[in-house]
């Protein structure tokens, strides 16, 4: 679970720090980004599912891996809606994930989950923070 988790943090970074970047940034930023999703980590975890031909990355339940990994999926698809595209294990598992009544509940509009961040959320963090 831990080594699933870790492999997801440079995509997670790369997610989330897009939102803060200066608009020159953005255009070489989104690339890379998108491609190291659906060339280097969407392969690997569809590689995942299908050898180990359970619902789940680890063992047969749900763990901290198949939420972060739901998470990132959810998050490349708000900058891509495509992303998965090429791979079908990884669209059933976020649609079984999603699925489970608590995250199905998590993902509702008006819940906790965060919405991408906006132009004016940046600049009121930068002015808050320089």
């Known amino acids: 679970?831990?080594?699933?988790?870790?492999?997801?943090?440079?995509?997670?970074?790369?997610?989330?720090?897009?939102?803060?970047?200066?608009?020159?940034?953005?255009?070489?930023?989104?690339?890379n980004m998108m491609d190291k999703a659906e060339n280097r980590?969407?392969?690997?975890?569809?590689?995942?599912?299908?050898?180990?031909?359970?619902?789940?990355?680890?063992?047969?339940?749900?763990?901290?891996?198949d939420v972060q990994l739901l998470e990132i999926i959810l998050m490349a698809e708000e900058y891509k809606p495509d992303t998965l595209a090429k791979f079908p294990l990884l669209q059933s598992f976020k649609a079984r994930i999603s699925n489970i009544p608590t995250i199905?509940?998590?993902?509702?509009?008006g819940s906790q989950r965060k919405p991408r961040i906006t132009e004016e959320d940046v600049a009121r963090l930068i002015k808050i923070f320089r």
């Not at 870790?6 to 940034?25: Q, R, S, V």
């Not at 969407?42 to 050898?51: C, I, N």
């Not at 199905?104 to 509009?109: A, G």
Request: charged letters at 30%.
């Open 1 to 31: 679970i831990d080594m699933y988790v870790e492999g997801m943090f440079d995509l997670n970074e790369l997610l989330m720090t897009y939102g803060y970047l200066p608009a020159d940034k953005k255009e070489e930023h989104f690339a």
């Open 41 to 65: 980590y969407f392969p690997v975890f569809e590689k995942v599912l299908k050898d180990h031909g359970k619902d789940f990355l680890v063992g047969n339940q749900l763990s901290r891996a």
């Open 104 to 109: 199905k509940k998590f993902l509702q509009p």
